[in-house]
């Protein structure tokens, strides 16, 4: 075990974990911060993903000792109210079906327009071919995407 201070969502946290234990972990049954989901372990379908000093990485494979007092956003602290532009216009296109994927799916479509704010056609589906969806919602990702990026 070991003691390491955290950076999530704007708040200084200290947990005591094994220092390998992935950050997924960390969020969920540490610190309850749920909205992070688990997927398939091996960081391959982007359900877990979260905002490491602003750019979209996959929680479950990455050990907590690696993000020691660096920046990282989770889902709950994207906006306090669930008012970005990217999860308004994620209602406006009736994006999600389940849902299970759509945090992570969001995250990665954050990071992308903080990154390249008004991206083609081919660069959504580029930035987000990493993160599966069950339900077959890629079309109106793209869609709400297009849209996120016309509101800022």
Same mark, same amino acid.
């Given at each position: 075990?070991?003691?390491?201070?955290?950076?999530?969502?704007?708040?200084?946290?200290?947990?005591?974990?094994?220092?390998?234990?992935?950050?997924?972990?960390?969020?969920?049954?540490?610190?309850?911060?749920?909205?992070?989901?688990?997927?398939?372990?091996? #960081? %391959? +379908? /982007?359900? $877990?993903?979260?905002?490491?000093?602003? =750019? !979209? &990485?996959?929680?479950?494979?990455?050990?907590?000792?690696?993000?020691?007092?660096?920046?990282?956003?989770?889902?709950?602290?994207?906006?306090?109210?669930?008012?970005?532009?990217?999860?308004?216009?994620?209602?406006?296109?009736?994006? #999600? %079906? +389940? /849902?299970? $994927?759509?945090?992570?799916?969001?995250? =990665? !479509? &954050?990071?992308?327009?903080?990154?390249?704010?008004?991206?083609?056609?081919?660069?959504?589906?580029?930035?987000?071919?990493?993160?599966?969806?069950?339900?077959?919602?890629?079309?109106?990702?793209?869609?709400?995407?297009?849209?996120?990026?016309?509101?800022?």
């Amino acid at each position: 075990m070991a003691t390491i201070n955290l950076n999530i969502n704007g708040k200084q946290l200290t947990v005591d974990v094994d220092p390998k234990t992935p950050v997924l972990w960390v969020l969920r049954e540490h610190l309850n911060l749920v909205g992070t989901k688990y997927g398939c372990g091996i #960081a %391959q +379908c /982007g359900a $877990c993903t979260i905002h490491l000093e602003g =750019t !979209a &990485v996959r929680s479950c494979s990455l050990p907590v000792s690696a993000v020691a007092n660096k920046k990282i956003t989770t889902i709950e602290g994207l906006s306090e109210h669930g008012d970005h532009p990217v999860q308004k216009a994620w209602l406006e296109h009736d994006v #999600a %079906q +389940c /849902g299970y $994927c759509q945090t992570g799916q969001i995250m =990665t !479509a &954050v990071a992308l327009l903080k990154t390249n704010p008004n991206p083609t056609d081919a660069q959504i589906e580029n930035a987000m071919s990493g993160n599966i969806c069950r339900c077959g919602t890629y079309l109106r990702i793209k869609d709400a995407i297009k849209s996120a990026s016309a509101q800022k």
